[in-house]
């Protein structure tokens, strides 16, 4: 077993039981290949979530502050995650980005960078529509909606594909690519509140 199959079986017995988790749209999701799963954010839960309701596992960029805090830095790190310096570009993690997607695994972001204090989806940004544009990966939205209350209902949405084969050949920018996204996000979010 691996430490991520291991991890993900922990915060499943941790989580089940305070949180009520309904799991919607697992059909879209992509059996194989590179897939960017770009979800919103409204809590600190939110990765450990994503991670134990989507399918596959997901390969998480966190901001680099988390992996120099002495014990949750070495377990994300084990987690396959990577580190990002925010407020920046930051060229070694956008190559990190996308060479997972190139292997052909599921690489999850928030695209608005920060949790959402309202709970609204915010701004995404350009990073989103950056690995979207330069990848041929499958891109994935998906709707966190709860309180985040104990013993209250969370539903995690994963929708369709977001199209980008029109955007990729118009050659857009990487601002459009992520309005498509956070669209479709908010799309779900409307639906399924």
Same mark, same amino acid.
């Given at each position: 077993m691996t430490?991520?199959?291991?991890?993900?079986?922990?915060?499943?017995?941790?989580?089940?039981? $305070?949180?009520?988790?309904?799991?919607?749209?697992?059909?879209?999701?992509?059996?194989?290949?590179g897939v960017l799963l770009c979800s919103n954010h409204i809590n600190n839960l939110d990765p450990p979530v994503v991670g $134990?309701?989507?399918?596959?596992?997901?390969?998480?960029m966190a901001k680099k502050e988390l992996f120099e805090a002495p014990v949750l830095g070495k377990i994300i790190h084990h987690l396959q995650a990577f580190p990002v310096k925010r407020g920046m570009s930051d060229r070694e993690a956008l190559r990190k980005g996308l060479s997972v997607?190139?292997?052909?695994?599921v690489f999850g972001l928030f695209p608005e960078g920060t949790r959402s204090k309202t709970g609204e989806l915010g701004k995404g940004l350009t990073g989103a529509g950056f690995f979207a544009l330069r990848s041929n990966a499958k891109v994935i939205p998906c709707a966190i909606i709860g309180p985040y209350k104990p013993f209250r209902k969370i539903k995690v949405v994963y929708g369709p594909p977001v199209p980008m084969d029109e955007l990729r050949k118009n050659k857009a920018s990487a601002e459009e690519a992520t309005e498509a996204i956070m669209s479709q996000i908010q799309q779900l979010l409307h639906t399924y509140r």
């Open positions: 430490f991520y199959s291991f991890a993900r079986n922990v915060v499943k017995l941790a989580l089940k039981p $305070i949180y009520r988790m309904e799991v919607i749209g697992l059909e879209h999701f992509p059996k194989e290949g $134990i309701t989507a399918p596959r596992p997901v390969v998480f997607l190139k292997e052909g695994k």
